[in-house]
T-cell receptor, first 113, second 114 residues
Framework: NAGVTQTPKFQVLKTGQSMTLQCAQD?????MSWYRQDPGMGLRLIHY???????DQGEVPNGYNVSRSTTEDFPLRLLSAAPSQTSVYFC????????????FGPGTRLTVT | EDQVTQSPEALRLQEGESSSLNCSYT??????LFWYRQDPGKGPEFLFT???AGEEKEKERLKATLTKKESFLHITAPKPEDSATYLC???????????????FGTGTRLTIIP
């Protein structure tokens, strides 16, 4: 049972490049989310999904796309990278019963130059 | 607007020295308050969910409590392995638990000195 896995662990992009951050979970959780974590700002929700084929925007969705074709996978796409997207990105999945325990992946540290 | 403020930003304790971390929140009705632990370079790890004022949860040396305006994470006789950043998050009533719109605080960085 690997939990939530993310790839890559580190990535450097040039402004304007696109890429996909991968996220997978093997716990059969319906709910999955993407967060970014910046110094002094706390975790902020980018997009989330309540099941395969269903996604919605979070607090900071601009510049990011998501899709959910399977229960296991929830990739995050950066359409045209900008320096403001330099951050640490976390994928999470959680149960849909109390206590709504959320499991986070190890994170992807992204630098956009 | 929902707000979560954690204090102090950083706390250094001697091993065995008990203390408390504070999470003050402003929401239009609280559905749930969450505590997480985060080690450097890793993702947050779930600790507790609290649902209503007066509720308490315990896990090893940690105890979380909840009032209508704040939550405390009490750490009793801490050990060096308790060193981490502790995050608090809230979910207001206008979002059902299928909706992921949590508001996180910026965390308290706890260091336990042997």
């Amino acid at each position: 049972n690997a939990g939530v896995t993310q790839t890559p662990k580190f990535q450097v992009l040039k402004t304007g490049q696109s890429m996909t951050l991968q996220c997978a979970q093997d716990m059969n959780h319906e709910y999955m989310s993407w967060y970014r974590q910046d110094p002094g700002m706390g975790l902020r929700l980018i997009h989330y999904s309540v099941g395969a084929g269903i996604t919605d925007q979070g607090e900071v969705p601009n510049g990011y796309n998501v899709s959910r074709s399977t229960t296991e996978d929830f990739p995050l796409r950066l359409l045209s990278a900008a320096p403001s997207q330099t951050s640490v990105y976390f994928c999470a999945s959680r149960t849909n019963v109390r206590p709504y325990e959320q499991y986070f992946g190890p994170g992807t540290r992204l630098t956009v130059t | 607007e929902d707000q979560v403020t954690q204090s102090p930003e950083a706390l250094r304790l001697q091993e065995g020295e008990s203390s408390s971390l504070n999470c003050s929140y402003t929401v239009s009705g609280l559905r749930g308050l969450f505590w997480y632990r985060q080690d450097p370079g890793k993702g947050p790890e779930f600790l507790f969910t609290l649902y209503s004022a007066g509720e308490e949860k315990e896990k090893e040396r940690l105890k979380a409590t909840l009032t209508k305006k704040e939550s405390f994470l009490h750490i009793t006789a801490p050990k060096p392995e308790d060193s981490a950043t502790y995050l608090c998050a809230v979910q207001p009533y206008r979002y059902y638990f299928g909706n992921e719109k949590l508001t996180f605080g910026t965390g308290t960085r706890l260091t336990i000195i042997p």
